[in-house]
């Protein structure tokens, strides 16, 4: 199975209006931390919010704010008044286990293509 | 900017040949990670070192090999080139410690702005 699943491909979303990109995940542990970056096209991963398996409120970064239903294993990102600048690639990521110095390596998703349109 | 970088931007070589990837991390980060990008196998973890020692491995083929240096850089050796080499290659870096409660209790994997690699 998926450890990570990103079910749109791309997205088209008119500029100032919110956008709900998709994420849900597979672990058995109860530890883990899910992250959403970015990547535009001139291709760098761009950190955007986290959020840990024990935080009992939702993440939120400026305009970015992450839906997390621990029992449904969905991890939404959420853009709110989006900007042409948003048009990227949007990847979810998950670090499964305790952070204690062993291997913290991210399962990603395959992506979602969020376009901005005028 | 991350503050992790990554040299070179491009890289352009033939089939058979041996490149080596450089990275520094953002100062205080002791955990440097590699992943490989390609359009068939999306974004994979590659290896990970902490603080000079190897930590966790995934799917870093032989001809494929790293190391983390005293100053905490590091370098990705890729050799026997063959052209499903070609790919965006990223090192990443966290402060992940081995005490619990310090440094950065998310481990937030910061990203360098990547090498592409182009084999011909």
């Known amino acids: 199975a998926q450890k990570i699943t990103q079910t749109q491909p791309g997205m088209f979303v008119q500029e100032k209006e919110a956008v709900t990109l998709d994420c849900t995940y597979d672990?058995?542990?109860?530890?883990?931390?899910l992250f959403w970056y970015k990547q535009p096209s001139s291709g760098e991963m761009i950190f955007l919010i986290y959020?840990?398996?024990?935080?009992?409120q939702n993440a939120t970064e400026g305009r970015y704010s992450l839906n997390f239903q621990k029992a449904r294993k969905s991890a939404n990102l959420v853009i709110s008044a989006s900007q042409l600048g948003d048009s990227a690639m949007y990847f979810c990521?998950?670090?499964?286990?305790?952070?204690?110095?062993?291997?913290?390596?991210?399962?990603f998703g395959t992506g979602t293509q969020l376009k901005v349109e005028l | 900017d991350s503050g992790v970088t990554q040299t070179p931007k491009h890289l352009i070589t033939a089939t058979g040949q041996r490149v080596t990837l450089r990275c520094s991390p953002r100062?205080?980060?002791?955990?440097v990670y590699w992943y490989q990008q390609s359009l068939d196998q999306g974004l994979q973890f590659l290896i990970q070192y902490y603080n000079g020692e190897e930590r966790a491995k995934g799917n870093i083929l032989e001809r494929f090999s790293a190391q983390q240096f005293p100053d905490l850089h590091s370098e990705l050796n890729l050799s026997s080139l063959e052209l499903g080499d070609s790919a965006l290659y990223f090192c990443a870096s966290s402060v992940q410690s081995d005490h619990l409660g310090t440094g950065d209790p998310t481990d937030t994997q910061y990203f360098g702005p990547g090498t592409r690699l182009t084999v011909l």
């Open positions: 100062s205080g980060d002791l955990s």
């Open positions: 990521a998950m670090r499964e286990g305790r952070i204690t110095g062993g291997g913290n390596k991210l399962t």
């Open positions: 672990t058995s542990d109860q530890s883990y931390g």
């Open positions: 959020q840990g398996s024990y935080d009992e």
